[in-house]
């Protein structure tokens, strides 16, 4: 076996040693299915902003985008333009109240939260909430999964020369490791190491760029002469020219499409406190602003140096390794694993944790004792897990399209549900049922029957519409929640329920008070 | 509504697909993270705020 880059493969082994470490000890910090699930709700902002930035932002970013700007110009800063403010609308909108009302309800994970907010048991779509929510989260989250792990064994083998299968197993190995031995916690910490490192990659290579390239004039005229239409809106070749239904639907994805990803919205549940969602609103925007556009240029950067590329996805790697410092283009690379992994990591515990505490422990085993829970918590991530990696190991898989079908999918299926649970009383289960099932399935089969060319709407424009329309019309049909499910709304908007709570206990003169308090603390919690 | 406002930020760039400005190009497109740090600072000095007083009326016990 000839590696054809040594400095990347030693800069890799280094990274993937340190992601074990990390793992080993988060492990140590492990009572709980809490701890395991969402962190022991202890997450700072600095944790919380970063995991969302690089959970969220795959091997997509450092592969399938600048490929994306490789081939149509400037219209690829549309899906950019969005994703830049996706974890502010996601943080803003979603994130303090979602975090506040999931510890009042203890959730241990989204699909919880939505079983517990819309729980009545008059109803009996309320009964299903968890087992359908479960099972889009369960199987669209791991079909995400299965893109990352192939997309991993695609970079060990183009960058560093590394067999597939062996890119696959070491990684995929790896990331099962550390997640099962140590929870969000260890995916939270990878993460942040792995955006750090991917935010310093994308601005190295920004800052080279310019420079080759004569500045911002200098790419400016080269790609005009080169094709004038690189820089219209509509697509290179104005291919997309008219398509609004389009153009919304590449901006909207990532924009708002956050706030319905299970993996994602875990962050937000497992926040120390609201002031760390505040914190993260600031911290997050200028990461993902600076990361997702230094990714287009680059795109735009290799139309002008690297013109004859037989891949365009290989637009960043390659650049890397022709105008970068060989050991710097190592730890680039493992920019571009770490890209990877860090959403693969959150996909892999979330997919479990959804299975074991939303459909196992609800409806086959509801007396499980958590030290079980945890266990089979590990289990399932490892079961999981090695389930993608054996599927990935089939050769010819293809990658972004099932990222972008599994991330619009799950978006659409729970984004309403979510803002509903925070926002809107007059939601009730069947209608939250409807918009679920709905909204995955639009998403899910637009393309496929053929109705993506026929309306020229993106399919996550077609599966909002349809998840939202279903939500509002169904739960105005159907009778609405007890009042006290309804004044769950009201209770997500105060912030520091907890800090009052235990100041009533603590402050309390007379040991007759003290004791109400402690009881109202025990019904509230 | 949404369509709109999408037309308007278009027409700035398309007046004339057969005549292409790069500048008005990137000013299309460079707007957007401008436009997403400076709602950040502000919605975090407004939740910050916000939270603050909260948090004054939990201490002073109101």
Request: charged fraction near 10%.
């Amino acid at each position: 076996m000839a590696i054809e880059h040594p400095e990347a493969l030693a800069a890799w082994v280094l990274y993937l040693i340190a992601m074990v470490i990390i793992g080993y000890w988060a492990a140590k910090q492990m009572k709980t299915t809490e701890d395991y699930t969402v962190a022991g709700r202890k997450a700072n902002a600095f944790l919380v902003a970063l995991s969302h930035g690089a959970g969220a932002m795959s091997g997509f970013m450092f592969l399938g985008l600048p490929g994306y700007a490789y081939t149509q110009g400037l219209y690829a800063f549309w899906y950019e333009a969005g994703d830049a403010g996706g974890g502010y609308v996601n943080f803003t909108l979603l994130g303090r109240r979602l975090r506040t009302l999931a510890a009042y309800l203890k959730a241990i994970s989204p699909i919880d939260f939505l079983a517990k907010r819309y729980n009545d048991p008059s109803s009996t779509a309320s009964k299903y909430i968890p087992l359908v929510g479960g099972l889009i989260g369960a199987i669209f989250m791991w079909q995400y999964l299965l893109a990352q792990v192939v997309a991993a064994g695609k970079v060990a083998q183009v960058l560093m020369g590394i067999p597939y299968t062996y890119g696959v197993l070491v990684g995929g190995i790896i990331v099962l490791i550390y997640v099962a031995a140590g929870g969000l916690l260890a995916c939270m910490l990878t993460d942040a190491i792995q955006g750090s490192i991917m935010f310093l990659g994308a601005v190295i290579g920004l800052i080279v760029g310019f420079d080759l390239v004569g500045g911002f004039s200098g790419l400016t005229n080269s790609l005009m002469s080169i094709d004038p239409t690189i820089f219209s809106p509509w697509g290179t070749g104005l291919q997309f020219q008219g398509q609004y239904g389009e153009i919304i639907g590449a901006l909207l994805i990532y924009m708002i499409g956050y706030m319905g990803l299970p993996h994602i919205v875990a962050f937000h549940m497992s926040a120390r406190s609201v002031r760390e969602i505040t914190k993260s609103i600031l911290i997050n925007p200028i990461w993902a602003s600076v990361f997702a556009y230094a990714c287009v240029f680059i795109g735009l950067f290799g139309v002008i140096l690297l013109p004859s590329l037989s891949d365009p996805e290989l637009t960043a790697p390659t650049f890397f390794y022709e105008f970068v410092n060989p050991w710097i283009a190592g730890a680039l690379i493992a920019a571009v694993y770490a890209a990877i992994m860090s959403t693969a990591d959150t996909l892999s515990l979330n997919s479990a944790s959804t299975l074991v505490n939303d459909v196992y422990a609800k409806y086959i085993n509801p007396s499980v004792d958590d030290k079980k829970r945890l266990l089979y918590n590990r289990i399932a991530t490892l079961s999981l897990g090695g389930l993608a990696l054996l599927v990935a190991l089939i050769p010819g898989l293809s990658v972004f399209f099932v990222v972008v079908s599994a991330f619009g999918t799950l978006a659409s299926a729970f984004m309403f549900p979510n803002l509903a649970a925070v926002y809107w009383k007059r939601a009730t289960p069947a209608g939250v049922l409807a918009s679920m099932i709905g909204g995955a399935f639009t998403n899910a089969f637009w393309e496929i029957l053929g109705l993506r060319a026929f309306t020229h709407l993106h399919p996550f424009f077609a599966g909002i519409i349809v998840s939202g329309t279903l939500l509002v019309i169904v739960s105005l049909l159907t009778k609405p929640m007890p009042e006290d499910k309804q004044k769950l709304v009201d209770i997500s908007k105060d912030y520091f329920f907890e800090l009052r709570l235990d100041k009533i206990v603590t402050k309390s003169s007379s040991s007759e008070t003290k004791i109400i308090a402690k009881n109202l603390s025990a019904i509230l919690s | 509504m949404f369509g709109w406002i999408i037309r308007c930020i278009l027409g700035m760039a398309t007046a004339d697909v057969n005549n292409i400005n790069p500048t008005k190009s990137w000013a299309l497109f460079l707007f957007w993270p401008a436009m997403w740090i400076i709602l950040a600072v502000v919605t975090y000095l407004y939740f910050t705020n916000q939270e603050k007083k909260m948090l004054k009326a939990i201490k002073g016990g109101k």
